[in-house]
């Protein structure tokens, strides 16, 4: 095994092991932990000094100890930037006075977006454009089923189905939104594709010859034990960007200079 494969399993073990706690859950106890080591601050400074303090002061000390404290538990940039804006920004938007019907129109929104990824740890990603031909030009020359785990908006499936007529496609995406986005767009284009609302546990993958998954660290232990249970020998597993934690691929794929990795497992 290559030494950068073995880092890459190493950081996506550390990785999966981290989204076992769900860091929306983390980033929730550190804003309540910041906001009460704040407040209590504040309110001793108070009796001691007799010194008041604005609200203004109290949000950006909270959102400042929030950020500061996420930095050091190591988690990613962007949950720093998140601690510190979230509270500044729900107090500028409770002063606008805005109508709560945007609010929830919002809450909607997000929620047949996201759906189940607080549950599932799998959220959103979208594949490069130049995935597609990356996979066509690997798949074998003849008739297969192929299936598309968490398919989102459906680019992937739908446009490997218009390159390969020969061949049935479908994707499997639980979030409303892009489930429903991508059947429509598979009437607009008369492509020999199906999508389908559903969690892909509930499906069976020994009727594909091609499974194909662009998830999370956190799904790939599983989908390795239902893919080596399920699927037939001689099949394939792939994984873009994702590696199956201690389970060396037999086939690594680079897409792009910049792009991730296409990982090949043959069962």
Not at 89 to 95: D, G, P
Request: glycine share 4%.
């Amino acid at each position: 095994m290559s030494t950068e494969l073995e880092k890459k399993f190493e950081a996506q073990n550390i990785l999966t092991d981290k989204l076992r706690f769900p860091p929306a859950v983390e980033a929730l106890f550190i804003q309540i932990f910041s906001f009460c080591i704040c407040g209590s601050g504040i309110f001793f400074t108070h009796l001691l000094f007799a010194k008041k303090f604005s609200l203004i002061s109290f949000l950006l000390a909270g959102a400042f100890v929030a950020a500061i404290i996420s930095y050091f538990r190591k988690m990613d940039w962007w949950w720093w930037a998140i601690q510190f804006f979230f509270p500044i920004s729900v107090f500028a938007l409770l002063s606008l006075d805005i109508s709560r019907h945007y609010y929830l129109a919002a809450f909607i929104f997000m929620a047949l977006l996201y759906w189940s990824t607080f549950r599932t740890q799998v959220p959103y990603y979208p594949s490069k454009a130049t995935l597609p031909s990356v996979i066509d030009d690997f798949l074998p020359r003849k008739p297969l089923r192929f299936v598309d785990l968490g398919s989102g908006f459906g680019g992937l499936t739908l446009s490997l189905s218009l390159k390969r007529t020969d061949s049935f496609f479908c994707g499997v995406e639980i979030a409303p939104l892009p489930w429903l986005i991508s059947y429509f767009r598979a009437q607009i284009h008369s492509a020999k594709v199906s999508f389908f609302l559903k969690n892909y546990y509930d499906m069976t993958l020994g009727e594909y010859d091609v499974v194909f998954a662009y998830l999370s660290p956190a799904a790939m232990p599983s989908l390795w034990e239902k893919a080596k249970s399920e699927m037939r020998s001689g099949t394939l597993l792939l994984s873009y960007e994702f590696i199956v934690p201690d389970i060396e691929p037999d086939l690594c794929i680079n897409t792009d200079s910049n792009d991730p990795i296409l990982y090949v497992w043959r069962i």
